[in-house]
């Protein structure tokens, strides 16, 4: 979503805002690491503080750049897969259970009969 060239955005439900500049740099950081690089997908009342910090704070579009490098960065990497088994063992420590371990068999002497 580009981020637009005055302080007002006129959405297409016709909705609009002006100068909600209540947004920190710190704060649009928070809301990219929560929702991702894509504005279009935030919730409404964020979008809104971001796009207008964005309009205001040439400063504050580099954390949108950042993201976005990461992004292409990561997009750019094979897949790590995880071990077989991986998910079981960690539900099963997490509830209580414990991990499987390797136990060795103990002889077992047969009942002599009489």
Known sequence: MPVPEHS???YAQGETF??????KR???????DRHGEDLSTWPLSERHEAIALLANDPDARSV???AR???ALIAGQAPIRAPVGLA??????AIGGSAPTTTRARPVKAAVSS
Do not use: C, H
Request: charged content about 45%; hydrophobic content about 40%.
């Open 8 to 10: 007002e955005t006129v």
């Open 18 to 23: 002006g100068n909600e500049t209540d947004m």
């Open 26 to 32: 710190s704060e649009l950081r928070e809301a990219v």
């Open 88 to 93: 079981d063992r960690i539900v099963k420590a």
């Open 64 to 66: 949108l750049d950042e």
């Open 69 to 71: 490098a990461m992004r």
